[in-house]
C-alpha cells in the first residue's frame, strides 16, 4: 500500500509557527527569569518568519491539500498577514504592562502563538471540523490567556464566564455542523455547497443547522443578543489580554463567516440573510445604547465592538463580493482602531494602576498633547467620522447595504452611529476640555512611542488615501470566490 | 485665467498646511511663534484667494478652475474641485474672515495658543473644500471634517457651559449630515456608480424618491443655517464659543447649509424643492418674524446676536425658494453680507467681554462715555444689522422683499416686519449698552479699543459700507450662475 505524502506547501506557514511554539516553550525554560528577552524576541521572530513565508508562497492561485480540508488563496494569505501584524503590534504595546503585572513568563507567548495558530487555521480551513479545531485552538488558548493572572479574581471570573459561554457556543456550532452533515452527507466546504445547490438534501434540517450555526458565529463575533460575555470578559481580563481578544480574533472571525456562510452554505442565502440582519440591528442598538451608560472604559469598548461587530454583520447581508469586500474592509479598518484605543488605554497604566475608568483620560491634552491627539483621531474613527479610515469603512458597508435594496437598514445604521458618536466624543471631552486629576508624565518605551504614533497617523492616512486598502479588500474576495 | 495651475488645492491646503506648522510649535512657550505663523498663513491664504476673482469669468456658467483626479476608484469618488459664481464669493469671504479671525485671538488667547491658532487655519481650509467640492463624498469629507476644528474651540475655550454647547453642536449636525450621506449613496445607486455633483444634476429621479432625497438634504443644511425649529443649538453654541469661533460660525459655518441648498437640495431635486417651497417658505418666514421676537427678550448680547442670525438666515432661505432671480442673489448678497456683518457684531461683544467678562447688557450703560470710537463703530454695525439703506444689510433684505412681491404680498409683508423687529432689537440694545448713564465703576475704567481692535474694525466698517454703497462686484459675479441655476430648477427631472 502506498503512502502518498500530502503536498505541505499551502501549510508551510502553520507548520513553522507550530515548531517555534515549541521552541519557544523551551527557550523560555532555558532563558529562565532574568532573560525574559528571550522568548520575547524569538516569538516576534517566529511572526515575523510566517510573515516572510506567507508572503513569498503568495500566489494568486487557490490551492487545497490534506485532501481538500485546507485551503490557501488571496483572503488567506491577506488576512494571516494582517494576523501576524496584529499579534506583533499587542506584543509591543502590551510589553511594559505584562512586565509590570509579572505575567511575562513562557506561558503568555506560546499561549499567543497557539491562539496565532488558530486563527491562521481557522483562516485557512476548507472543512467544517478544519474550522472547528482552529476556532477551539483558539478559544482555549483565550481562556488561558485571561486566567493568566491567577491572584486577580475579576480575571477568574471572566475566564470561567468565558469558558464556560464559549464552550456552550462551540456545542451549537458542532451540532449546527451534525445537522449540515445530516443533510449533505459531507463536511467539506465545497461538497456542501454543491450539495446544497443540487437540492436534493432536506431544507428543513439545513435550515435548523444554519440557526445553530449563525448562533455560534455570533457567540464568537460578540453580536448581540450573543454578546453577554463580551462587556465581563473585556473588563475582568488584563488589559493586555483584552488588547488581544479584541483584535486579531476579529480577522479570523471574518474568514470563519466566509468560510461557513458563504462558501460553503451561500446558497442558502435567503434564510441567512434574515438573520443576519436581525443580529445587525440588535448589535448596533444593544451596543451602541448601552455603552452610554458605561463608566469602565473596557466595558464601553466591549460595548463598541457590539456595535462594531453589527455594522460589520451588515457586510455580509449584500451577499455579494461588493458587500464581503466592504466587510473585509470594515474588520481590517476596525483592528487598526481597536489596537490604538487599547494601547491607548494601557499607556495610563502605570505599575500598580489599572487605567479603568473614562475618567482616566481626563487632561490628557495637557499632560502629553500628542497622546491625546492619536486618542482624538482614534475616538473619531470609531465614531466614524471623516477624514479618519472608520468614516470609509462605514460608508462601504452602508453602500453595500442599499446597494442590496435595504435603505431601511442604512438609516438605522446612520441612526445609531450617531447615539455612538456620543461616547467617542465623551472620551475627547475628557482628554480635551477637562483637567487632569494628575500630573505625572506618561511615560512609554521608545517602541510604543513609535508604534502608537504610526497606529494613529495610519488611521489619517488611511482615511485621506483609503484606495489602497480597499483595493486589497476587494483583491482578496475577488480573488477567492 | 490659470489654467492647469491647482489653484483650488493651494487655497484648501495652504491653510491646512500652516495650521499643520503651527500645531508643531508646541506648547504656549513658543505662543509668540504660532500667532505670527497663523497670521502670515491667514494672509497668505487670502492672497491666494485673490486670483480666483480676478481670474473668474463672469459669463460662464459652467463650473471654473476644475480640477479633477481619480481618488478612490474603489467607488468611483473622484478628487473634483471647481467653482461657480455661488461658491467663489463664499470662499473669498471665508479667506477674508481667517486672518480676522486669528487677530481677534491674538490677545485673549493665552491658553494652547498654538493648538487655537492651528484649528482655525485647518478649519479655513476645510471650509474651502466645502465650497469648492464638485464631488459629493468628497464634499461629505470636508463637511463633517469642519465639524471637529469647531467642536475643539467651543469645548476647550468656550465659557462655563461649554461642553454642553460643544457636544451639542456635533450631535446635532452629525443628525442633520448622516442622512445626507444616506441620499449620497442612494443617489450613487441610482446614477449606476457616480458620486459626481454634476451628474447628479442632470439625473432623473421619481417623485417620492426625490421628496425623500430632499428632506435628508433639508435636515442637514437646515441644522446647519440654522432653521426654525432646529435652530436651538446655535445660541448655546455661540454663547460658550470664545470670540472668535463665535465669528466664524456666524460668518462661515452658517454660509455652509444655504451654499448646500443651492448646490444640492434646488438642482438635485427640483421638483421637490417647488413642492415643498411653500413649507420651506413658511420655515423661513416663521424664523423672520417669531425669532426676531424672541431676540427682542435676550439679555445676553451673545444670543441676542444669535437670535438676530437666525432671523438674518431666514432671509437666505426665504429667497431661494422664491425661484426668482430677486430671490436667490439677494439671499446670496445676504449670506455675504450677514458674514461680515454677524463677524463685526460679535467682535464688538468680543471686545467689551474681553474688558468686562461679561456679556449681560444689564451690566453695560453709558460705554460711549469711555469707549466712544469703539462706539461709532457699533453704531454703524448696529444700523447694518437692522438693515439701514447704504450698509449691505439692506441691499439683501431689500432684493429678497422685492423677489418675494413678485411672488405674493402677504410673504414680503411679513418678510418686511424684520426692518421693524430687526432696528427694534438691535438699536434697543445698543442704546442699553452704549448710552445713559455711566453704569458701574467696572465700566467707569473701561479703556477705548486698541489699534489692533480698531484695525479689525475698520476693515470690516469698509466691507459693510462698500456692498452698501456698490454691490455690483458681488451680483456681477453670480448673475450666469443664478440664472442658469433658475432655468435647471424650473425643468422637471421627473
Not at chain 1, 237 to 255: C, H, V, Y
Not at chain 2, 150 to 164: A, E, H
Not at chain 2, 255 to 271: N, Q
Amino acid at each position: 500500500m502506498n503512502f502518498i505524502p500530502p503536498d505541505f506547501a499551502p501549510a508551510y506557514a502553520e507548520i513553522f509557527m507550530l515548531v517555534m511554539v515549541c521552541v519557544v516553550m523551551l527557550a523560555d525554560l532555558v532563558a529562565g527569569e532574568k532573560r525574559r528577552y528571550v522568548p520575547y524576541l524569538l516569538t516576534q521572530a517566529a511572526l515575523l518568519g510566517c510573515a516572510l513565508i506567507t508572503f513569498v508562497t503568495f500566489s494568486t492561485e487557490t490551492s487545497y491539500t490534506f485532501s481538500g480540508m485546507y485551503v490557501d488563496d488571496s483572503m488567506a494569505d491577506i488576512l494571516k498577514l494582517m494576523v501576524y501584524g496584529t499579534v506583533s503590534a499587542v506584543l509591543i504595546y502590551s510589553h511594559s504592562y505584562v512586565t509590570d503585572r509579572g505575567m511575562l513568563s513562557g506561558e503568555y507567548f506560546s499561549l499567543i502563538l497557539f491562539a496565532t495558530l488558530g486563527m491562521m487555521v481557522m483562516i485557512s480551513a476548507s472543512h467544517f471540523l478544519t474550522l472547528y479545531i482552529g476556532l477551539e485552538l483558539l478559544s482555549l488558548s483565550l481562556y488561558a490567556l485571561v486566567a493568566l493572572r491567577r491572584d486577580s479574581l475579576m480575571a477568574t471570573e471572566a475566564a470561567m464566564k468565558f469558558f464556560v459561554l464559549g464552550a456552550l457556543a462551540s456545542g451549537f456550532l458542532l451540532y449546527g455542523m451534525s445537522m449540515v452533515y445530516g443533510a449533505t452527507g459531507s463536511l467539506h466546504v465545497a461538497t456542501v455547497s454543491e450539495v446544497i445547490q443540487s437540492g436534493v438534501s432536506s431544507h428543513e434540517v439545513l435550515v435548523v443547522g444554519l440557526v445553530f450555526i449563525v448562533a455560534g458565529i455570533s457567540f464568537k463575533l460578540s453580536a448581540a443578543p450573543f454578546h453577554m460575555w463580551a462587556p465581563d470578559v473585556y473588563q475582568g481580563a488584563p488589559t493586555a489580554i483584552t488588547l488581544f481578544i479584541g483584535s486579531a480574533p476579529k480577522l479570523a472571525a471574518f474568514a470563519f463567516v466566509m468560510r461557513l456562510l458563504v462558501e460553503g452554505m451561500g446558497e442558502m442565502v435567503a434564510d441567512w440573510q434574515g438573520m443576519l440582519v436581525i443580529l445587525a440591528v440588535m448589535s448596533m442598538a444593544v451596543g451602541n445604547i448601552a455603552a452610554i451608560a458605561q463608566t469602565n472604559i473596557k466595558r464601553m469598548l466591549a460595548y463598541s465592538t457590539i456595535s462594531h461587530m453589527g455594522f460589520l454583520i451588515l457586510g455580509f447581508i449584500s451577499a455579494d463580493w461588493n458587500g464581503y469586500s466592504s466587510a473585509l474592509f470594515y474588520v481590517i479598518a476596525y483592528v487598526l482602531m481597536t489596537l490604538g484605543t487599547f494601547a491607548m488605554v494601557m499607556l495610563l497604566c502605570r505599575s500598580g494602576f489599572e487605567a479603568e475608568n473614562i475618567s482616566d483620560f481626563k487632561g490628557l491634552n495637557k499632560r502629553n498633547s500628542w497622546y491625546a491627539f492619536i486618542g482624538l483621531l482614534l475616538m473619531l474613527s470609531l465614531a466614524g467620522i471623516p477624514p479618519l479610515i472608520g468614516f470609509y469603512a462605514k460608508l462601504a458597508v452602508l453602500q453595500a447595504v442599499v446597494n442590496a435594496g435595504f435603505i431601511w437598514l442604512a438609516v438605522v445604521a446612520v441612526l445609531f452611529s450617531l447615539i455612538g458618536a456620543f461616547y467617542y466624543l465623551r472620551i475627547i471631552k475628557f482628554m480635551y476640555f477637562d483637567e487632569p486629576e494628575t500630573n505625572e508624565p506618561i511615560e512609554s518605551r521608545f517602541d510604543v512611542k513609535m508604534l502608537l504614533s504610526a497606529n494613529g497617523l495610519a488611521v489619517l492616512a488611511l482615511g485621506i488615501f483609503p484606495q489602497a486598502l480597499m483595493g486589497l479588500s476587494l483583491y482578496a474576495i475577488q480573488n477567492s470566490m | 485665467m490659470l489654467f492647469g495651475f491647482p489653484l483650488l488645492s493651494l487655497i484648501i491646503w495652504l491653510p491646512i498646511m500652516v495650521g499643520v506648522a503651527v500645531f508643531a510649535t508646541g506648547g504656549d512657550r513658543n505662543a509668540q511663534l504660532a500667532r505670527w505663523i497663523a497670521f502670515v498663513g491667514s494672509i497668505l491664504g487670502f492672497l491666494v484667494a485673490i486670483p480666483l476673482y480676478t481670474g473668474f469669468d463672469s459669463t460662464a456658467s459652467a463650473m471654473q478652475f476644475v480640477e479633477h483626479r481619480a481618488w478612490i476608484e474603489r467607488f468611483n469618488i473622484n478628487y473634483h474641485l471647481g467653482v461657480d459664481g455661488i461658491s467663489m464669493p463664499l470662499i473669498l469671504l471665508n479667506c477674508f474672515i481667517t486672518p480676522l479671525v486669528v487677530i481677534a485671538g491674538w490677545k485673549v488667547i493665552q491658553e494652547r495658543v498654538s493648538q487655537y491658532m492651528g484649528a482655525f487655519l485647518v478649519m479655513s481650509g476645510i471650509v474651502n473644500g466645502v465650497f469648492s467640492s464638485l464631488d459629493a463624498i468628497l464634499f461629505y469629507v470636508f463637511w463633517e471634517a469642519s465639524l471637529i476644528p469647531m467642536f475643539l474651540i467651543i469645548g476647550i475655550w468656550g465659557g462655563p457651559n461649554r461642553v454642553y454647547a460643544a457636544i451639542k453642536f456635533f450631535l446635532y449636525t452629525l443628525l442633520g449630515s448622516l442622512l445626507m450621506l444616506v441620499a449620497f449613496i442612494y443617489l450613487y445607486q441610482t446614477s449606476g456608480g457616480s458620486f459626481s455633483i454634476e451628474d447628479y444634476h442632470q439625473l432623473p429621479i421619481a417623485f417620492t424618491p426625490q421628496i425623500l432625497i430632499f428632506i435628508a438634504f433639508l435636515l442637514a443644511f437646515a441644522v446647519k443655517v440654522p432653521m426654525w425649529p432646529v435652530h436651538t443649538w446655535l445660541p448655546d453654541a455661540h454663547v460658550e464659543a470664545p470670540t472668535g469661533g463665535s465669528v466664524l460660525l456666524a460668518a462661515i459655518l452658517l454660509k455652509l447649509g444655504g451654499y448646500g441648498f443651492l448646490r444640492f437640495s434646488m438642482p438635485i431635486t427640483p421638483d421637490a424643492s417647488e413642492y415643498l417651497a411653500g413649507m420651506m417658505i413658511a420655515l423661513s418666514l416663521i424664523a423672520v418674524v417669531y425669532i426676531g421676537l424672541i431676540a427682542l427678550m435676550q439679555v445676553d448680547m451673545k444670543k441676542l446676536i444669535a437670535y438676530s442670525s437666525v432671523a438674518h438666515m431666514g432671509f437666505v432661505t426665504l429667497g431661494f425658494f422664491l425661484f426668482n432671480a430677486y430671490g436667490v442673489e439677494g439671499a446670496m448678497v445676504q449670506m455675504i453680507s450677514h458674514g461680515f456683518i454677524s463677524a463685526a457684531m460679535f467682535l464688538c461683544v468680543g471686545i467689551l467681554y474681553d474688558r468686562l467678562h461679561s456679556r449681560q447688557i444689564a451690566d453695560y450703560g453709558g460705554v460711549v462715555n469711555k469707549m466712544p470710537v469703539f462706539a461709532a463703530f457699533f453704531m454703524l454695525f448696529a444700523m447694518a444689522n437692522a438693515g439701514l439703506p447704504g450698509t449691505s444689510g439692506f441691499v439683501g433684505e431689500f432684493m429678497v422683499i422685492m423677489g418675494a412681491v413678485k411672488v405674493n404680498f402677504w410673504y414680503a409683508f411679513l418678510a418686511a416686519t424684520t426692518l421693524i423687529f430687526g432696528a427694534a432689537y438691535t438699536l434697543w440694545m445698543y442704546k442699553r449698552v452704549i448710552f445713559g448713564e455711566v453704569a458701574s465703576p467696572a465700566v467707569e475704567a473701561l479703556e477705548d479699543i486698541s489699534r489692533r481692535e480698531f484695525a479689525l474694525l475698520a476693515i470690516l466698517a469698509i466691507a459693510v459700507l462698500w456692498i452698501g454703497v456698490y454691490p455690483y462686484p458681488i451680483t456681477e459675479v453670480m448673475h450666469t450662475t443664478v440664472d442658469n441655476l433658475l432655468i435647471h430648477v424650473s425643468q422637471s427631472k421627473l
